[in-house]
């Protein structure tokens, strides 16, 4: 039986595969059913900031509408004693998760303030969270602001948080950062314990009847695993902390490369909405297999076996490899 | 022991008491008393306890009637039982009054006494509902303050226990019931001091029990009955000393003491005023500061009115009384006098017999305060100057002018009682401001965080949209007792919290010289005094106003509150008044803050937080110009303009006011309108004489277009260019502003040059114009118009034919379009193809300009029907928001067309709509029946061939009716001949001037029974029911927004499943009443669902297939509503998805379809492609349950989705179910077997 421990963050874990963050923490009784898959740790679904804002602003604003205008209908609802806007609602879940399994559970958050990232770190700390997960989305559409300016915010970001919590901290990223080694490297010198590699978006689509922007997301394929796998395998060894490989992992293979390109963990999310938490059992079978099908005895042993200082031909993850797969698609070329 | 003082309204200090000391609360929703249910239910759900550490059962029933019989029921079964009500309300509790006093029950209603309903409902204070009571039984105790209103509450429920006589406590509708002040709160100590126990043992054994069975409620014969009544007379003469010896008895505890009769004033008064309410505040008040000018005056406050007790009251007057004033807050036509002044006559008649009064005072009795009338120190100071003539008038009226019958007493209008150190403040505000929220904020942290007392009240216009809101705040170091508003010249600060109203109002008229006035302009400090009206800056002169302005909606949007202000101007109200220190104050404002929203996010306390941090920073002082230099200014233009010298040298180049107030109507309006409306549309109605006002209730129709309120910030502008003229936008528009025309060519000549025209794409108007146009003065600026256009621009998708821009810079140039755009001709309407939506909005619209809330659901349903059937329409409108913005004085918008004829409108009562509808039906059905035998007797007159054509017309048809119209002219013209021929007999002549009277009846007439589902589900649902089943060809429009939207979401049996809604503030917890299924089930009913938003044309359909059925039909619309708590401009939006989710689907049922061998059900809905909650959690009435309580609302989201199921099941089945065959008619052969 090969060896599937691995540690993330810090936390010692059964073996490589985590949830990730998506709904499918939102029912306790499927986060147990992910647990008894042989999920190694849950990260919570996110805790976004202006999810609350926009929440409790929309309550008020229709609370407020149309009152103390005329005077037979000076209200229009009760207004009731509690409302679960704000986080509460998150932190209880989270408390209730944590009672309910004994993996690790992770919190995630995604802020908007400055001020919103630290309180409510603080808080999913103090609900139990054995780490957190900073999803840091930040847009830039305005011209004006330069790359150095938003990663002095991110990295100030981290910083805060740091000083205001104990728990580890991970760093989910997007990929499209200028100079994402350097920025990452920033972040875990200011605090950071591991990275998250990459964070996927929602992303706009046109309906070409209605002739509106509409929302999008695709369920990730394995596709979508090389751009992270290309990532970890570029910044293991290079910057001293843990990455976890998200976007992507479906398949055993996949697991086996996200290590190999040396991840700690894998997190999935598709594959378990796409096919139930059993999936999880049927990986772990798969990668056992795997391992001792090529006698590998730990996951310790295969981690970051083919990242780029371990590989024969360290070139074939920079521009090079870029080069040659032109070539390739080149003599496929009629003519 | 230190008791606590809270500043609260009087409805929820009696409501606090009430909950208190009850165990079951039966309540239905009437305006004013409404808040005190909706207290009592909230506490209820929050599981509040009583005095016995019980939760409360509050039960709202479906009308007051069903209230008062659940209290009953309570009641005999021994629970501790009370109600809230209010005028017509109350009166339909009478029935059952008379059983529960006639059974000797302890009980309490509380009254926040309202007007009835007589020439015109009104919603507003006086004691005409109580009155109508005092023969029921039942004790009458009145409070003339909030904190009588709460001491009072529990003398009475202490009472009741021990008198067994039933009590109605009252107190003045929205003066009392509606007013902050601060009051010493009982505490449950007090409470729990006053209630006997033994005495509540003795009520719960005295309650029907199989455990000891008896029946109570016989039916007596003549041999007993007589006996049997007068057997409860000992309780009636107990009653009066029970009720002072529980007043003593709360005076030891509490300290405060009543007397069934309170005098104050001179103790050798010559002149004395009786009365009861908050009008007695106001005497009092008055006899105070005239006893301190040396006059013998005083006051005599009625507390115990019923049983009157004649010992008690003689004995609390003075023996030096010459001459008693007895002021009655009623009306009772036709009486020798109202009811108190009644009472005390016969008091002293039967004092004096009784040797307890040695003479009786010359007595005369007045009528004061009615519908909440102001009653002021000056009418009081009138009514004592009338006592002292030698023959003071009897029967008058105090506070209009009654120049019809001259019962009015003049009075000094300027007579004013100031307490010294008292500050007055008036604001100025729109209800969509957050003026009103602000100030109740702020005047409870007067009355909490300072050592003041403090008072505010607050007075709106009838509008729902656009409504202006008035503030009166008064607070100082004594009790507030003044029972009447801030008065002109009184304010000493002045807030205008909306720059444009200084264009229509008399803004300044209560500043008092000297004070303070802040005014929110888009203005710097610097270059406001340019904009401000002429009479604006005259007053500011006049008066030496300190000035200040701030921009508070730029405040307000760079904080994030979008157009509420109230944040930002209770800042600068507290930052200017000085009443605490500033520091102080921002604390407390921050402090009330985060009370107040705490609990509805952070986010919400912090943006609140940041509006209070910035906006000292943008509070100026305004540099006033100098007096003399504005005046020379002023002076010198106007001597030129008369042709006189200029005598003066101007000091300083000072602006001119280049600005004045508008006219409030335009001069070509209608005379009544301008003499008598427009007043009233300014807040001046009260200096209308009693001669301007119709005697009978009768208002002209189409006076809305002339009360142009201009109250939208943006309106939308046509893209002529890519319109396609679809018509949607004219279809859903709920006030009737944009409209469409299509014309001739020619017509063009003399448009404006900004006048938009296009090449009508109608193929029965070939070669013609097309031009939609909208009304940009009264636009309310919802874009339900914009969001309902089907056109998107090709390069810029964003816009479509219809776009929201800015009005101001449009509003003239729109209104000349506007303008030019009405005298258009109006369409052929005979000559329509009516089928197709943008067909049908050619028609004019003969209703328009509603105030409704903008963006309404329901009125656009009404303006259909107006379009299709306006002209021959007769409306019978339940009481409820449609009965508001259809006939809420000054205006109407139900209006008529360039003939002359509209919809005759009438509004009857709440809970009788059906019953009054069907009664128009049958009378035009009579008038119809008889003009046809008058046409028969008089045919030689008219000449067969016309009665024939009269007799036989076909009026299915738009051309059939202006047929008929026609043929109906010609018979009127034969008639009028026929009346001037003195060869025919007396009986011919007779014949035929009936027929002349009843000519109208002969064309088609449509009968709409127009209401709310309040009314359609609840109350008058027993009268609806009645209705449809005598198969009467009326036409049912049921507006569904699914609560009791006027008088403020409370639920109604419309109300889903999983929804919040007051009286269920744990969310609905049982489905929606299938209203259409029952209607259904008679098999003989036209029925249709419908939703305007999700399918135009099956709506368009159901109207008219409803109106062409020949028996009762029934039109159940979705309209969205501001109690759903939704974006209203997305109401269309919400109703598409009604019906996608399943949760609203689309049907006819048509019985006309069985003898066409069809199956009469069409579902017109497809199945659901959505899940509902992708409806429902688009709506603040299902998520903050989702907010609230998770599990429930996912209980009862699950439960509300099998509901959905359920009913689109059994909907398919009937849908699918094949008509029965047609019984096949018997052969001869088997006939005869």
Redesign the interface.
């Known amino acids: 039986m090969p060896d599937l421990t691995t540690t993330y963050l810090g936390l010692p874990l059964k073996n490589p595969l985590v949830v990730s963050a998506s709904p499918l923490s939102k029912k306790r009784d499927r986060v147990r059913q992910l647990e008894d898959a042989g999920a190694s740790a849950i990260v919570l679904y996110s805790l976004f900031e202006e999810q609350i804002t926009r929440e409790a602003d929309e309550l008020d604003c229709y609370l407020n509408l149309a009152t103390n205008s005329y005077a037979e209908a000076l209200s229009y609802f009760p207004d009731l004693e509690h409302y679960n806007v704000g986080p509460d609602g998150y932190l209880e879940h989270l408390r209730r998760v944590k009672e309910t399994v004994s993996i690790p559970v992770i919190g995630s958050l995604n802020g908007v303030s400055a001020g919103g990232w630290v309180e409510y770190a603080r808080k999913i700390e103090q609900a139990g969270a054995d780490a957190l997960e900073l999803n840091i989305y930040y847009l830039p559409t305005d011209p004006e602001m330069s790359s150095n300016t938003l990663e002095k915010i991110y990295v100030n970001l981290v910083r805060e948080v740091r000083t205001a919590v104990q728990i580890p901290l991970a760093l989910k990223l997007s990929p499209f950062i200028t100079a994402l080694p350097h920025l990452a490297s920033r972040c875990i010198e200011a605090g950071a314990n591991g990275l998250v590699l990459f964070n996927r978006f929602y992303q706009p689509d046109f309906d070409l009847e209605a002739f509106e922007v509409v929302p999008h997301l695709e369920l990730s394929t394995s596709h979508d695993l090389l751009l992270p796998l290309r990532w970890i395998a570029l910044l293991y060894g290079r910057i001293p902390t843990d990455f976890a490989l998200t976007s992507g992992v479906h398949r055993v293979q996949d697991v086996v490369k996200a290590v190999m390109a040396g991840a700690n963990v894998t997190m999935l999310a598709s594959e378990l909405l796409q096919h139930g938490p059993g999936r999880l059992r049927q990986l772990l079978e798969e990668l056992d297999q795997w391992m001792e099908q090529h006698e590998y005895l730990s996951v310790a042993q295969m981690r970051g076996c083919m990242s780029q200082n371990s590989v024969a031909e360290p070139a074939a993850f920079e521009r090079a490899n870029y080069m040659k797969a032109l070539n390739l698609f080149d003599s496929h070329l009629p003519g | 022991m230190k008791r606590t003082w809270m500043t609260m309204e009087g409805n929820e200090a009696v409501a606090r008491v009430a909950y208190a000391v009850s165990d079951v609360l039966a309540i239905y929703p009437i305006?004013?008393s409404?808040?005190m249910g909706?207290s009592a239910?909230?506490w209820s759900?929050?599981d509040q306890a009583n005095l016995w550490g019980t939760v409360p059962r509050v039960v709202e029933m479906q009308s007051e009637g069903g209230a008062a019989g659940a209290l009953h029921g309570a009641l005999q079964t021994g629970a501790l039982a009370t109600t809230f009500t209010a005028s017509q309300g109350l009166l339909l509790m009478i029935p059952n009054m008379y059983k529960i006093a006639g059974e000797l029950t302890p009980a309490v209603f509380h009254v926040a006494a309202r007007a009835l309903a007589t020439q015109g409902l009104s919603?507003f204070g006086d004691h005409s509902d109580v009155m109508a009571t005092r023969a029921t039984g039942f004790a009458q105790l009145a409070s003339r303050s909030v904190q009588e209103a709460q001491d009072l509450a529990l003398i009475a429920h202490a009472s009741t226990l021990q008198a067994r006589v039933p009590f109605l406590h009252f107190f003045d509708g929205?003066r009392t019931s509606?007013e902050i002040n601060k009051i010493e709160l009982l505490d449950q100590l007090d409470m729990r001091a006053m209630i006997d126990e033994t005495l509540v043992q003795a009520h719960r054994n005295r309650a029907l029990s199989p455990e000891h069975p008896f029946i109570r409620g016989t039916a007596q014969n003549p041999d007993v009955y007589f006996q049997a009544r007068e057997s409860v007379n000992p309780f009636y003469q107990a009653c009066p000393t029970i009720v002072q010896q529980t007043m003593d008895r709360f005076a030891g505890l509490v300290g405060r003491q009543y007397h069934l009769f309170d005098y104050a004033g001179d103790p050798q008064a010559e002149h004395v005023i009786i009365a009861m309410g908050s009008g007695a505040e106001t005497v009092e008040e008055t006899v105070q500061y005239l006893s301190a000018q040396g006059e013998k005056v005083g006051v005599l406050t009625v507390h115990l009115f019923r049983p009157f007790s004649v010992a008690h009251f003689l004995q609390a007057l003075p023996r030096t009384t010459r001459v008693i004033t007895v002021l009655d807050r009623t009306k009772e036509p036709g009486s020798t006098g109202e009811p108190l002044y009644q009472d005390v006559v016969v008091a002293f008649q039967e004092g004096i017999a009784s040797g307890l009064a040695g003479s009786s005072p010359r007595i005369i009795g007045g009528r004061y305060g009615l519908a909440s009338k102001e009653f002021t120190p000056a009418m009081v100071k009138g009514i004592f100057e009338e006592m002292k003539r030698a023959e003071p008038k009897n029967h008058f009226t105090i506070g209009i002018l009654d120049d019809v019958t001259y019962t009015s007493l003049d009075y000094d209008p300027t007579f004013t009682i100031t307490q010294p150190g008292t500050v007055q403040c008036v604001f100025w505000g729109?209800?969509?401001d957050?003026?009103?929220?602000a100030n109740?904020n702020s005047i409870k942290i007067i009355g909490e965080e300072t050592a003041n007392h403090a008072q505010g009240y607050?007075v709106?216009d009838?509008?729902?949209s656009g409504?202006v809101?008035i503030s009166h705040l008064r607070f100082g170091p004594q009790p507030i007792r003044e029972s009447y508003l801030i008065g002109e010249g009184q304010a000493d600060f002045v807030a205008c919290h909306q720059f444009a109203l200084l264009e229509h109002f008399d803004i300044l008229k209560y500043a008092h010289p000297g004070g303070t006035f802040l005014l929110d302009s888009i203005y710097p400090p610097e270059q406001v005094w340019e904009h401000l009206p002429g009479e604006v800056q005259q007053a500011i002169l006049d008066k030496h106003l300190q000035c200040h302005v701030i921009n508070a909606h730029k405040v307000a949007q760079e904080t994030?509150m979008?157009g509420?202000i109230n944040t930002v101007m209770q800042t600068c109200f507290f930052a200017l008044s000085g009443v605490l220190p500033k520091e102080q104050a921002i604390a407390q404002i921050k402090h009330s803050i985060e009370k107040t929203?705490k609990?509805?996010?952070?986010?919400?306390v912090q943006?609140n937080f940041q509006a209070v941090d910035a906006t000292l920073a943008h509070l100026f002082a305004v540099p006033v110009p100098a007096r003399e230099a504005v005046l020379s200014a002023t002076n010198g233009a106007r001597g030129e303009a008369s042709g006189t010298a200029l005598s003066q040298t101007r000091r300083q180049p000072i602006p001119l006011p280049v600005l004045t107030r508008r006219p409030t109507v335009s001069p070509e309006a209608p005379i009544f309108v301008r003499e008598v409306l427009a007043p009233m549309m300014v807040g001046d109605g009260d200096q209308l004489p009693v001669s301007a006002l119709p005697n009978d209730g009768t208002y002209p129709s189409g006076t809305a277009r002339w009360e142009k309120r201009n109250i939208a910030a943006e309106i939308p502008v046509w893209d002529a260019s890519i319109c396609i003229q679809c018509g949607k936008c004219v279809m859903v528009c709920p006030h009737a502003v944009i409209r469409e025309k299509v014309y001739e060519p020619a017509s063009l000549a003399g448009a404006p040059a900004s006048f938009q025209t296009v090449d009508a794409r109608f193929k029965e108007f070939p070669g013609q114009m097309y031009s939609l146009q909208v009304a940009p003065e009264d636009c309310t600026g919802c874009s339900l118009c914009v969001e309902v256009c089907p056109v998107?621009n090709k390069s810029q998708?964003g816009l479509k034919a219809l776009n929201m821009a800015p009005q101001p810079p449009l509003r003239e140039q729109e209104v000349a379009n506007w303008d030019f755009f009405q005298t258009l001709p109006e369409v052929d309407r005979t000559h329509l193809n009516l089928a197709a939506i943008k067909n049908t909005q050619l028609l004019t619209p003969l209703f328009e300009f509603s105030g409704a809330?903008s963006g309404c659901g329901e009125t656009p349903y009404i303006k259909l029907a107006t379009q299709l059937f306006g002209d021959r329409m007769l409306v019978a409108n339940a009481t409820g928001c449609s009965s508001?913005y259809g006939g809420n004085l000054p205006t109407t918008p139900w209006t008529f067309n360039r003939e002359g004829r509209g919809p005759a409108w009438s509004n009857s009562l709440f809970e009788d709509n059906a019953e009054f509808g069907l009664g128009m039906r049958v009378a035009l059905d009579k008038q119809q029946e008889y003009a046809a035998e008058l046409l028969v007797r008089c045919s030689s007159q008219v000449g067969e061939d016309l009665v024939r054509k009269l007799l036989q017309a076909d009026q299915s048809t738009e051309a059939g009716i202006h047929t008929q119209r026609e043929h109906v002219a010609a018979l009127r013209q034969q008639l009028q001949a026929g009346l001037r021929d003195e060869t025919l007999t007396p009986e011919a002549h007779t014949d035929m001037g009936s027929l002349l009277a009843l000519a109208d009846a002969l064309v088609r007439r449509s009968v709409w029974i127009i209401g709310g589902d309040g009314w359609a589900y609840d109350i008058g649902f027993g009268g609806l029911d009645h209705v449809l089943a005598t198969g009467a060809n009326v036409n049912v429009l049921v507006l569904d927004t699914e609560v009791y939207?006027?008088?403020?979401?409370q639920s109604s049996k419309s109300t889903p499943r999983g929804a919040?809604?007051?009286f269920a503030?744990k969310g609905k917890g049982t489905p929606k009443k299938d209203l259409g299924l029952l209607a259904m089930a008679y098999g003989n009913i036209y029925v249709a669902h419908v939703a305007l938003g999700a399918n135009d044309l099956q709506t368009l359909h159901a109207f008219q297939e409803a109106e062409a059925y020949d028996g009762p039909s029934l039109i159940i619309a979705y309209s969205h509503c501001?109690?759903h708590?939704?974006e209203m401009s997305k109401g269309l939006d919400q109703q598409k998805l009604a019906v996608q989710t399943g949760y609203w689907p689309l049907y006819r049922y048509n019985p006309d379809l069985v003898e066409e061998g069809k199956n009469p059900f069409v579902l017109d809905s497809k199945a659901p492609t959505l899940p509902l909650e992708a409806y429902a959690y688009n709506e603040?009435?299902y998520?903050?349950l989702?907010?609230?309580n998770?599990a429930r609302a996912e209980m009862l989201m699950h439960e509300a989705k099998q509901d959905v199921q359920d009913r689109l099941t059994h909907y398919q089945q009937l849908a699918a179910v094949a008509p029965e065959p047609v019984q096949p008619a018997l052969s001869k052969e088997q006939n005869h077997a």
């Not at chain 2, 957050?434 to 929220?437: A, K, N, R």
């Not at chain 2, 609990?599 to 919400?604: L, Q, T, Y």
């Not at chain 2, 939207?1045 to 979401?1049: D, K, P, V």
Request: charged share 25%; hydrophobic share 30%.
């Open positions: 305006t004013p409404t808040p909706e239910d909230a759900a929050s919603i929205f509606h729109l209800g969509s957050g003026t009103v929220g109740k607050f709106y009838s509008k729902k409504s809101t994030n979008g509420r929203y609990k509805r996010g952070d986010a919400v943006r998107k998708v809330c508001i939207s006027n008088t403020g979401g919040v809604a007051k503030a501001i109690a708590g939704i603040t009435r998520r903050m989702l907010q609230s998770e």
